[in-house]
């Protein structure tokens, strides 16, 4: 392994040394030592959620984090055979419940980092749709989306038959 690793940093070494690209290799080097939890936080305006949800949940945002609180049905990301993540600016986070052991039932995660340093923020659902990365919005029962006690609060009722993906935007707002 030891090997493996020593030729990885000597073909990183010798692309460096390339003019066109020595200016973009120390920045990339930094993301990928700091992994796929801090590259969904670098600072950002925006950040966007795919979400695979089959009944009540939502998704609180704190200055800085987000996690999950279930309701009655499959957490989100759980289901018949599944275990899909959620994808925080397409990075997977595979959330951590205070039950593990449940598929189902009203829980709470941790919390995941996320690079928006507020709670003032504007919500846009991209898509509700039976596969990851579907374009369009199907007719489902309206999230919501809102302030509440400092915290931003995104509720996904999902009372309808079947799971779905949901893809939204939280933004901050323009000035």
Known sequence: MKARSNIVIEKVRNIAQQSHVKKAIPPLLGLLLLGASAVAALPSEEVVIEAWVD???????????????????????????????????????MPHWK???????????????????TTDLEYELLAV??????????????VTAAKE???????????????????????????
């Open 99 to 117: 039950n593990p052991k449940a598929d189902r039932g009203a829980d709470r995660s941790q919390g995941f980092q996320i690079p928006l340093d």
């Open 129 to 142: 749709t039976t596969e990851r990365g579907g374009t369009g919005i199907e007719k489902r029962t309206p």
């Open 55 to 93: 009944g009540p949940s939502a998704l609180h945002v704190r200055q800085g984090s987000i996690y999950w609180v279930n309701g009655a049905n499959a957490k989100p990301g759980k289901g018949s055979l599944l275990n899909e993540p959620t994808y925080v600016n397409g990075v997977a986070w």
């Open 149 to 175: 006690g400092g915290e931003f609060v995104i509720v996904i009722p999902d009372p309808e038959s079947g799971a779905r993906w949901y893809k939204f935007v939280l933004r901050k707002p323009k000035k």
